[in-house]
């Protein structure tokens, strides 16, 4: 008899003490990038319109592009199918400041319009608003009236639909997100919303939203004050380096100082489900510079991709373009690498590389991206991998 020296008390009383937590299970498919549109210019068709623009600045200007036909193909089928993966109507910085009058007519108007998106079955998988910031007082009750609007029209319309999405910018401080939680829950209660389904993303666009008074890592606070209302943690290229002190020249997305701050939000949202979400560029592919315009935008989704950041902003139909081909660019070149490591893995036959069961998971996870998005079908995965073994793992 194997002889031990603890007992099942003593196990049972350190396990009692501990909190476990298993590798957090995927959220399902997350979208490739979020569409920002000022409010006042919302229309009933904006996912479809977007879609035909971005066909049409391809169709006029698709020599401005190196990208492989192959990519091209199947971008233009997604243009065509499901332009828009997730739409943010902005009622913050794109928006301004009208008179309270118009921002609450605006507000009912959006909450319509998301209503007949989802009845019409052209709502893009995911869609929500961005409200004001609660920096001061006047901002903090402007934006709370318009998400009060907002939430209350929609439930009124259509009851709460699925992939509603809320952004909450400039964050300083956790006390903010507290009061936050206190008010969704609220708005649940009264609008007979089940508890805890009204959630919402961090923008980390303030420099106390990643170091904050004390020195410490700000990022993790304000994730457990959410109180697991937490869904993503979204970078803002332009209020972070502003508040960097920057020069206009230096405010860009590849700046050390934003991969300081991505870094800091991947470390701090790492095992916690909570999605990255890179923030957008200024640079836009219109009128003459359309080719300068995709060639930037192209070359930092590539640069999001490489550095874990799979989702990204998108502020203009023509940057539907260069967002889907990079993403597909980028998936299809690293697929056949990740499929054969996993494989081996699978197959318990090794090779050059040995990976561990979290590489593994990552190989599976990257491959099952591939497909939500479009890059690659669920079978030209399973012909790579040589097994349809690999999308459990993912």
Known sequence: MVRTSLDGAIIADVVERLSFVDDPARRGRQPVHTCYVPAGRVTPGLPREWGEQALAALDRHGDELDVAEPI????????????????????????GAPADEAEDADAERAARVVAGWHRDGTAPPWSGIRFKSFHTKALLERGVRTLDIFLTTLG?????????????????SPAQVFALVDLLEVLEGRLGF???????EIQIETTQSIVDGTGALAVPRLITAGG???????????????????????????????????????????????WLSDGSTNVLPVGDAVGAGWRTHHALVRRS?????????????AQLVTRYAAVYGYYRETAGESARRLGAYLAGTGGAVADEPATARALARTLRRAVDCGALTEPEVTALVGTEEWSAHA
């Not at 009124?156 to 964050?171: C, D, I, M, N, Q």
């Not at 089940?194 to 919402?200: M, P, Q, S, V």
């Not at 508040?243 to 916690?272: I, K, N, Y």
């Open 72 to 95: 091209l193909v199947r971008v233009r089928e997604k243009l065509a199918r499901e332009p828009v993966e997730d739409l943010r109507i902005d009622f913050e910085d794109g928006y």
């Open 156 to 172: 009124s319309e259509l009851g709460r639909p699925h992939g509603l999405a809320l952004t909450f910018p400039k964050v300083t």
């Open 194 to 200: 089940a508890a805890g389904t009204l959630r919402f």
């Open 228 to 274: 697991g209302r937490v869904s993503g943690l979204h970078f803002g290229t332009y209020d972070y380096t502003a508040a960097c002190g920057l020069d206009a020249a230096q405010q860009h997305l590849a700046h050390p100082a934003c991969d300081f701050a991505r870094h800091t939000m991947q470390v701090s949202a790492a095992g916690t489900r909570v």
């Open 305 to 317: 991709l490489e550095h874990g950041f799979h989702q990204g902003w998108d502020l203009h139909p």
